[in-house]
């Protein structure tokens, strides 16, 4: 369970408008039991998806009702093979729109597919989308990736995500099982002023999917996603890749669940596999009204 307020400030429940505390009582603790997915992606996409599909079903059977894919869930190799298996998006019959759609049916929890090749109108930079797929596997929402990675690191590595991807635009919210839960992906998280846009939008879970470097992951993973849930005083899910991907490239993993306080409540060891956790619109109800710094806004 998560960490509450300190006691001290600890309020009594009250209720949500548009991510506003209202003081008005809630007639019972509302929750949502979500799952955050560890994957080692490869570049064989029917291998990935088959992982997908095992810990998805693992994580339903524990009681999740949704679960978050990482970043290049599908798949992580050439930029070359990322464009050819880009899929124009609402179309459930190609490949892996199909195979999430069908397996959020078979497993009854919205799929959120957290970074896929979506067709843009340049056909050799798709969109990164973060794509959510309802308990029916209907497509109920989209957000594709506004900050994309130009960076050289440390060890050498040369990362230009703007050379093959289109960038998005709109922060995205989308309410799921009652929630309304912020979309984001990635290097996205080193920019708060989207999620603020996002808290403003009404978000009361943000998720971060991420494929993470090792070299930056070891330094900032766990400070900035703390720092969002902190700053935006929202839940924050992070599903990520972990180990080593074709083309040398290596991932944190760590993915794991903070609450509005910023306590870790639940993260993922250095291995495939995923972890769960209940977010409770009372945590957030409480941490707002503690500390009240989402209405004290200047700016």
Known sequence: MPAPAP????????????????GRALAAPERLTVAALQLNSQDRVAENLD??????????ARGAKLVVLPENFAYMGPDSGKR???????DPTRPIQAALGKLARAAHVAI?????AEQSEDPERPYNTCALF????MLAGSYRKIHLFDVDLPDGTRLRESDTTTAGKDPVVVPVEGFNVGLSVC?????????RALVDRGAEVVLVPAAFTLTTGKEH???LLRARAIEAQTWVVAAG??????????????????????????EAADRVGFVVADVERADLVRVREALPSLRHRKL
């Open 187 to 195: 290097y996205d998280l080193r920019f708060p002023e989207l999620y």
């Open 84 to 90: 050819e298996i880009a899929e124009p998006l609402g």
């Open 7 to 22: 006691s001290a400030e600890r309020p009594r429940p009250g209720a949500l408008r548009c991510g506003v505390y209202t």
């Open 221 to 223: 993973w766990h400070v």
């Open 241 to 266: 890749q972990w180990g080593r991907h074709p083309r040398g490239r290596a991932s944190f993993g760590h993915s794991l669940i903070a609450d509005p306080w910023g306590t870790v409540v639940a």
């Open 134 to 137: 309802d308990a029916e596997g």
């Open 51 to 60: 992982t997908v599909e095992k810990l998805t079903l693992a994580a339903a």
């Open 112 to 116: 959120v597919a957290g970074g896929m």
